[in-house]
């Protein structure tokens, strides 16, 4: 079975924090995914990162950066966190895309409060 | 006009009976469709993965899949309380696959 975890399951900063959130995969997987998720908003892609050291941004990457220093771990940062950044934020993972089965699967998600 | 949408519901169905969600998307080249379930609080856990025209059944679940009329639909039968959740449809753009665009879910409410 797939594993992709997350350091936190709650969390609650101030405002003007950085913040680290964490996510480790355990299937080899070679993309990795951050997303937040509003009510009424649905999934909202963040950043994601094809390779070790590679990252692109999603639709809304503007306040966060991300890092991959290791294949199995992808982390998100909030460089000086806003009340506007509370919500919560799931991690994926998946196969690259190889014609066949990819589908992404997710951590346990982190409740992230800012104050 | 969203990539992906659905309608939030409830959608209400009594236990045992058929449960049918429903997903349209705007990229006419889109490739590759998913289901996942998402209960209250939790985060969202793959149910079906769907890649070309048709049907393709797992146990209770069958997704079914129309790219001429741009819609991916999942039945759910024998509905038990327990598939109370929120549905969310996935699918990817031609350009990129490893891309998805989520729907912002359909509330099922299955009542004992």
């Known amino acids: 079975d797939v594993k992709v975890t997350q350091s936190s399951r709650y969390l609650v900063k101030r405002t003007g924090e950085k913040v680290f959130l964490e996510c480790v995969q355990d299937?080899?997987?070679?993309?990795m995914f951050w997303y937040r998720q509003d009510p009424g908003l649905g999934l909202r892609l963040i950043y994601f990162?094809?390779?070790?050291?590679?990252?692109e941004k999603g639709d809304i990457p503007e306040g966060y950066s991300v890092s991959r220093e290791k294949k199995e771990r992808f982390s998100l940062i909030l460089e000086s966190a806003s009340t506007n950044q509370t919500s919560m934020y799931l991690c994926?993972?998946?196969?690259?895309?190889?014609?066949?089965?990819?589908?992404?699967?997710f951590g346990p998600g982190t409740r992230l409060t800012v104050t | 006009q969203k990539e992906v949408e659905q309608n939030s519901g409830p959608l209400s169905v009594p236990e045992g009976a058929i449960a049918s969600l429903n997903c349209t998307y705007s990229?006419?080249?889109?490739?590759?469709f998913f289901w996942y379930r998402q209960y209250s609080g939790k985060s969202p856990e793959l149910i079906m993965s769907i890649y070309s025209n048709g049907d393709k059944e797992d146990g209770r679940f069958t997704a079914q899949l129309n790219k001429a009329s741009q819609y991916v639909s999942l039945l759910i039968r024998d509905s038990q309380p327990s598939d109370s959740a929120t549905y969310l449809c996935?699918?990817?753009?031609?350009?990129?696959?490893?891309?998805?665009?989520f729907g912002s879910g359909t509330k099922l409410n299955v009542k004992p």
């Open positions: 994926a993972s998946s196969l690259e895309f190889s014609g066949s089965s990819y589908e992404q699967y």
């Open positions: 990162s094809y390779d070790v050291k590679m990252k």
């Open positions: 299937m080899d997987h070679e993309n």
């Open positions: 996935a699918v990817t753009p031609i350009y990129n696959f490893n891309k998805f665009y």
């Open positions: 990229d006419r080249g889109s490739q590759s």
